[in-house]
Each structure stands twice: as structure tokens, then as C-alpha cells.
T-cell receptor, first 112, second 112 residues
Framework: DAEITQSPRHKITETGRQVTLACHQT?????MFWYRQDLGHGLRLIHY???????NKGEVSDGYSVSRSNTEDLPLTLESAASSQTSVYFC???????????FGPGTRLTVT | QQQVKQSPQSLIVQKGGISIINCAYE??????FPWYQQFPGKGPALLIA?????SEKKEGRFTISFNKSAKQFSLHIMDSQPGDSATYFC???????????FGKGTRLHILP
């Protein structure tokens, strides 16, 4: 069955370190998205991609970057982790039905 | 203008009762309105969606009511069950962008 996976599921890191969160989907979807979820803020879009070599900034992109070298993967990098980036991060993908996104299980990141 | 406003932030309903979550939007370019359901420790998943030219859509115990003139829509969960306890997000999407704008979410708890 097609799926979307994220790794690691839990991560604790120190302020200032570079961190990369992995996202892998097997639906062959062109669109991929990264969100962060915080209490009181819902789901906020960090970065998104419409295909290989395409990346775009979302509403909360400062301090984050992505790259898309193939259809299946969209890794999210925190250049220099800050305590404000402690959050749960979700990756999602979408294909033919533009209003339906398939979400991964999430990565809980703690920056100490 | 890109916001989707959702209320209440949290909701407690007795088993068998009706749960009602309300949302409002401003951008008339939105062309589809999905609702997502998220269980603890999981990613959100599409529950039900409606086009703005339809006033009501029903799937089992879940109904979306849509008021285009008021730019408001709501989710009704009839005969609410403890298994419905989850966070619900209303959302809006624009076909040409393939992006989804999420409300801040409603944490629903159904009392057994």
C-alpha cells in the first residue's frame, strides 16, 4: 500500500544545531508540504513543493529550508535550531484531488 | 484574507449529542472546503469536503452545512460517540494553488 513516512518520530536537539527531518512518500505525488502544529495555532505551512527541483516558502519559513531532488522525498532542514522551533512537524503530499492531502505520522521535535 | 476562522477552540459533548463546529472565511477565491480529523499521535486525515455551490453534504453521522452568502460553514456530528473524540480542522483550498488553509482546530471530547 502507498504511504507517507516520517523519521525520526521523536528528536531532541540542542539550540544551534542543524537538524534534518525526513519525509518519504510512495504515492508518486507531485505536491509535498511541511507543516508545524502548535497548540493555539493549528497547522501552519512551512515550505511546499510542486515537483522535483521546485520549492516554495510558506507562512512560517524563516529558519527552515527544503530541497526536492526526487519525487518521493522532501527533507526539512532547521539550519540552526531554536527553542521556538520546538513543535510537532507533519509532512503531507497530494496528487489528483487538490483539497485532499495525505499526512505522515509526524515528528515531535524538542529543542533544548 | 487568506484566513479561515474556526470556533470553538474546544468542545465537550455528551454521548449521543450533536457536536457543532463553526468556520468562517473571507477569500471568495476558495473553491473547496474540506474538514480534517486528527486523532492523538496521528496525522490529520480528510473527513468530508464540500463545494461552495452545495448547501449541505452528509456522510453518515457527519454533515457539512454551507452558507455562501455569509461565508460560513459548519460541521455537525450527529449521535456523537466517544470514538469521535479528536481534533477537527476546517479548511479551504484554491485549485490553482493546490494549497490548503487550515483553521486553528477544535478539540472535541465526547463524554461516555
Amino acid at each position: 500500500d502507498a504511504e507517507i513516512t516520517q523519521s525520526p518520530r521523536h528528536k531532541i536537539t540542542e539550540t544551534g544545531r542543524q537538524v534534518t527531518l525526513a519525509c518519504h512518500q510512495t504515492w508518486n505525488h507531485n505536491n509535498m508540504f511541511w507543516y508545524r502544529q502548535d497548540l493555539g495555532h493549528g497547522l501552519r505551512l512551512i515550505h511546499y513543493s510542486y515537483g522535483v527541483q521546485d520549492t516554495n516558502k510558506g507562512e512560517v519559513s524563516d529558519g527552515y529550508s527544503v530541497s526536492r531532488s526526487n519525487t518521493e522525498d522532501l527533507p526539512l532542514t532547521l539550519e540552526s535550531a531554536a527553542s521556538s522551533q520546538t513543535s510537532v512537524y507533519f509532512c503531507a503530499s497530494s496528487g489528483g484531488t487538490y483539497y485532499e492531502q495525505y499526512f505522515g505520522p509526524g515528528t515531535r521535535l524538542t529543542v533544548t | 484574507q487568506q484566513q479561515v476562522k474556526q470556533s470553538p477552540q474546544s468542545l465537550i459533548v455528551q454521548k449521543g449529542g450533536i457536536s457543532i463546529i463553526n468556520c468562517a472565511y473571507e477569500n471568495t477565491a476558495f473553491d473547496y472546503f474540506p474538514w480534517y480529523q486528527q486523532f492523538p499521535g496521528k496525522g490529520p486525515a480528510l473527513l468530508i469536503a464540500i463545494r461552495p455551490d452545495v448547501s449541505e453534504k452528509k456522510e453518515g453521522r457527519f454533515t457539512i452545512s454551507f452558507n455562501k452568502s455569509a461565508k460560513q460553514f459548519s460541521l455537525h456530528i450527529m449521535d456523537s460517540q466517544p470514538g469521535d473524540s479528536a481534533t477537527y480542522f476546517c479548511a479551504a483550498s484554491i485549485r490553482r494553488s493546490d494549497k490548503i488553509i487550515f483553521g486553528k482546530g477544535t478539540r472535541l471530547h465526547i463524554l461516555p
